[in-house]
């Protein structure tokens, strides 16, 4: 069993940066597929990227894509989303979590198994 440890969250105005991390302890890290999911006030969890146990392959959320970048280092045990040019409904608290399923599997937020505790991101107009 995996726990996961989400930081990086805060408050950051329109077109901003802002780097999200988790670290993972407890498993083999680099036997999971790691994502990022975010849920926004009143709406359900959805999903925003994902990456390979080997970091070979991603996948992104529509409404992110070419501005979010997830990365992953199997030495130090941690995932990262790169936020760039950030927008109001980018809002959410943000959610690292694991699966032992494919990445083409963990763009499915059902599939998830491991979850960290949520990074508040807020991004002001």
């Known amino acids: 069993q995996v726990q996961l440890v989400d930081s990086g969250g805060g408050l950051v105005q329109a077109g901003g940066s802002l780097r999200l991390s988790c670290a993972a302890s407890?498993?083999?890290?680099?036997?999971?597929?790691m994502g990022w999911l975010r849920q926004a006030p009143g709406k359900e969890r959805e999903f925003v990227a994902c990456?390979?146990?080997?970091?070979?392959?991603?996948y992104y959320a529509d409404s992110v894509q070419g501005r979010f970048t997830i990365s992953r280092d199997n030495a130090k045990n941690t995932v990262s989303l790169q936020m760039n040019s950030l927008k109001p409904e980018d809002t959410a608290v943000y959610y690292c979590?694991?699966?032992?399923?494919?990445?083409?599997?963990?763009?499915?937020?059902?599939?998830?198994?491991?979850w960290g505790q949520g990074t508040q991101v807020t991004v002001s107009s």
């Open positions: 407890g498993g083999t890290f680099s036997s999971y597929t």
């Open positions: 979590a694991a699966t032992r399923r494919s990445s083409l599997a963990a763009t499915r937020t059902l599939n998830y198994d491991y």
């Open positions: 990456i390979s146990w080997s970091g070979g392959r991603t």
